[in-house]
T-cell receptor
Framework: NAGVTQTPKFQVLKTGQSMTLQCAQD?????MSWYRQDPGMGLRLIHY???????DQGEVPNGYNVSRSTTEDFPLRLLSAAPSQTSVYFC???????????FGSGTQLSVL | GNSVTQMEGPVTLSEEAFLTINCTYT??????LFWYVQYPGEGLQLLLK?????DKGSNKGFEATYRKETTSFHLEKGSVQVSDSAVYFC????????????FGTGTRLTIIP
């Protein structure tokens, strides 16, 4: 079982560049989400989706866009990267109403 | 709003020592409580959970009891091993369907042989 797959694992961007962090899951989970992990701040929710075509904002959505065209995929887009977006990003999924979140292995992003 | 406060780290213990990592929470209603663990280079994994007051979650020798009167969910293990070295996150979910988790800041645990 692949579970939750994130790509790339590492990325360096210049300020103002755009990129998409990919997330895919093969467990047919309805719920998918993106978190960022920063030192001393734990994990903070960026965006989440409860099914294809449905997305909503989390705690820190500014500067990020998401879409959910299929059950399997939930990409996170940075339209104009800023140094404040330097972080480790985790994608997570679970079945609707379930309690256990399944996490990907993360993307370490540096914005110079 | 909801919040989780965790014991400041890092924590360093010798193998076979007793472990406690403190966690307290603020939430409306009756949240579900979780401990997640992050091993080096990996994503988070659910370690244990409790969904109502006085429930005890347990897994891999770790335990935590949901204490509503003290709004706490402290993680304990009687005898730690080197393989327990990781970052531990306390978290809560206070909404129906558990769509959103609120995490604590994490506690890094290092076990020395």
């Amino acid at each position: 079982n692949a579970g939750v797959t994130q790509t790339p694992k590492f990325q360096v961007l210049k300020t103002g560049q755009s990129m998409t962090l990919q997330c895919a899951q093969d467990m047919n989970h309805e719920y998918m989400s993106w978190y960022r992990q920063d030192p001393g701040m734990g994990l903070r929710l960026i965006h989440y989706s409860v099914g294809a075509g449905i997305t909503d904002q989390g705690e820190v959505p500014n500067g990020y866009n998401v879409s959910r065209s299929t059950t399997e995929d939930f990409p996170l887009r940075l339209l104009s990267a800023a140094p404040s977006q330097t972080s480790v990003y985790f994608c997570a999924s679970k079945r609707q109403g379930g309690e256990k979140l399944f996490f990907g292995s993360g993307t370490q992003l540096s914005v110079l | 709003g909801n919040s989780v406060t965790q014991m400041e780290g890092p924590v360093t213990l010798s193998e076979e020592a007793f472990l406690t990592i403190n966690c307290t929470y603020t939430a409306t209603g009756y949240p579900s409580l979780f401990w997640y663990v992050q091993y080096p280079g990996e994503g988070l994994q659910l370690l244990l959970k409790a969904t109502k007051a006085d429930d005890k979650g347990s897994n891999k020798g770790f335990e935590a009891t949901y204490r509503k009167e003290t709004t706490s969910f402290h993680l304990e293990k009687g005898s730690v091993q080197v393989s327990d070295s990781a970052v531990y996150f306390c978290a809560l979910s206070a909404n129906f369907g558990n769509e959103k988790l609120t995490f604590g800041t994490g506690t890094r645990l290092t076990i020395i042989p």
